[in-house]
């Protein structure tokens, strides 16, 4: 079994690859290839909880299951909110071949996601992008959101502007035309909306949002949601995976799922992003329509990023090989 640590994960990713890994990985679940069993939980009452979240791609012969924790209170101690280890199975045999940290996959891969969902939804005039929140999920979308569409500029809007004028720092030593402002500013400027947060109000709001705007929400906590009913009644939704983020909290999206069960939502009208990957169903309907792409996280997506870099990996003779 190869072992890759964080070091290892983040040398041998490669964006462009990730992006197109996720993309055959969507397309195999809307296409019913895939198999996705429901993501289950174990809590620790006033604390947090692990989650399981097994996935099989045929396309990309991948089997992997991954263990996350969620522990909001970690952030006041200064630990990781999200914490991950992905383990790959050889499909054929059953056999361990890869345990893999999971931390920046993790967020690498939802990245990559909302950014299929850019290249498919965003209008192509599109100059502006905001990104909400201030930790790794938002590093990560600005990066990626920036490697399929070409932002004249990102904004960074946080809750503490001192992490987002930090955050818009680091941006900016990377090449990116960047600065730091509200969450407000950020929203009205933008032409795309990543957003990143642990909110339990709505801070996307169909009065803040210009017309012609898409939204990637990829904020997912137990009471919280991203985005408000009224801009999600108007607006063409595109999740991952309709059976899923249509699910209450751990296994789908609070946005969708109270919307839903309040009749105010039709599932028949959700897209689903490999639907749009392989050429299913149309996108936007005009350069005024919203469009919201709410992501809650797909196994498949974390089989897809374990796979490119363990190959990667196998190819360069990268990680330590360990027996049980």
Avoid: W
């Amino acid at each position: 079994m190869r072992v890759l640590d964080r070091r290892a994960v983040r040398s041998l990713l490669v964006p462009d690859e990730l992006v197109e890994a996720v993309g055959h990985a969507m397309a195999d679940l809307s296409e019913g290839r895939a198999s996705l069993p429901p993501r289950i939980a174990a809590r620790v009452p006033g604390a947090g909880l692990l989650a399981t979240m097994p996935a099989y791609s045929p396309t990309l012969g991948v089997l992997a299951a991954k263990l996350l924790t969620v522990y909001l209170d970690n952030d006041v101690a200064g630990l990781p909110v999200h914490q991950a280890t992905i383990a790959v199975f050889d499909p054929l045999t059953g056999r361990i071949l890869a345990l893999v940290d999971g931390d920046h996959l993790t967020a690498a891969r939802t990245a990559a996601c909302s950014a299929l969902s850019i290249r498919h939804l965003a209008r192509r005039d599109s100059r502006v992008l905001a990104v909400l929140g201030t930790g790794p999920q938002a590093r990560e979308h600005a990066r990626y959101a920036c490697l399929v569409h070409p932002f004249a500029e990102v904004c960074v809007g946080g809750r503490d502007p001192v992490k987002a004028e930090r955050l818009a720092a680091d941006l900016a030593r990377e090449g990116l035309q960047v600065r730091s402002t509200t969450i407000v500013e950020a929203v009205e400027e933008a032409d795309v909306v990543c957003a990143a947060t642990s909110t339990v109000e709505p801070i996307l709001r169909r009065g803040d949002v210009r017309p012609g705007t898409h939204i990637a929400s990829v904020g997912y906590i137990a009471h919280g949601r991203e985005v408000d009913a009224a801009l999600l009644r108007e607006a063409l939704v595109v999740v991952e995976h309709r059976d899923t983020s249509l699910q209450p909290f751990p296994i789908g999206s609070n946005d969708l799922a109270e919307l839903g069960s309040a009749g105010e939502l039709d599932p028949e009208r959700v897209v689903e992003i490999g639907e749009l990957v392989a050429g299913r169903r149309a996108g936007r309907d005009g350069p005024e329509q919203v469009t919201v792409f709410k992501s809650v996280g797909v196994a498949v997506q974390d089989a897809a990023a374990a796979s490119v870099v363990l190959a990667a990996a196998e190819r360069d003779g990268v990680g330590t090989e360990v027996t049980l």
